[in-house]
């Protein structure tokens, strides 16, 4: 469970990284995320076919999809997080920095490394459709509850305040709010596997 919330905060942690270092150097950094995120999939699948030939508990199909889907949804939320930090910058594209670039070059790069893993995701059972369900709940729960925060703020906070809130900054506080509670879903079923591989381990070391 820690390591699965580790996993989604460090990578997220690391889109972060890279839009603040756009920022302060003025260079394009999208293509660092989207080799990463590429990179760590072919890598993951590698390890995990060891895993299958050493113990046979590597994770199924749809688990490495979550995984795929987890890395890229906290690396767009994490770099969106801190240019959000600079209400300062005009994000738009070709005003001065890359952020917006570098954001759907990660994505775009996201689409790529799913095509890796475009057999697994038709692998589902029961298990996998519980554990999905549970993080869906999640998900939406805490989309509602940010929903609630942003309106109520947006509703009682001072004039003066948001003067500098603009439409289209608003429109990537809601899509951070929508990725966030994403992520939320992605966290909970990663917690729901790790649970059931470490029971599944318990178990084998009891029948030895």
């Not at 996993?7 to 920022?23: D, K």
């Amino acid at each position: 469970m820690f390591k699965s919330i580790v996993f989604v905060l460090t990578t997220a942690f690391i889109g972060a990284v890279l839009a603040v270092l756009s920022v302060r150097l003025n260079i394009a950094t999208g293509w660092v995320g989207a080799l990463a995120l590429i990179g760590w999939a072919i890598l993951a699948r590698r390890n995990w076919a060891l895993v299958q030939m050493r113990t046979g508990l590597e994770p199924s199909g749809p688990e490495r999809v979550l995984r795929l889907r987890t890395a890229g949804t906290a690396l767009l939320l994490g770099h969106l997080i801190a240019t959000l930090a600079h209400p300062e910058l005009d994000i738009h594209v070709g005003q001065g920095n890359s952020l917006a670039i570098d954001s759907w070059t990660m994505l775009t790069a996201l689409v790529v490394a799913s095509f890796l893993f475009r057999q697994d995701a038709t692998l589902r059972d029961e298990r996998d459709n519980a554990i999905t369900a549970r993080g869906t709940k999640v998900g939406y729960i805490s989309l509602i509850s940010l929903l609630i925060i942003l309106l109520t703020l947006l509703g009682f906070l001072p004039v003066y305040l948001l003067e500098s809130l603009n439409y289209f900054t608003l429109a990537n506080v809601l899509v951070a709010i929508i990725l966030l509670s994403i992520s939320c879903k992605y966290a909970v079923e990663l917690i729901g596997y790790a649970k059931d591989t470490e029971a599944a381990h318990m178990m084998g070391l009891e029948n030895d």
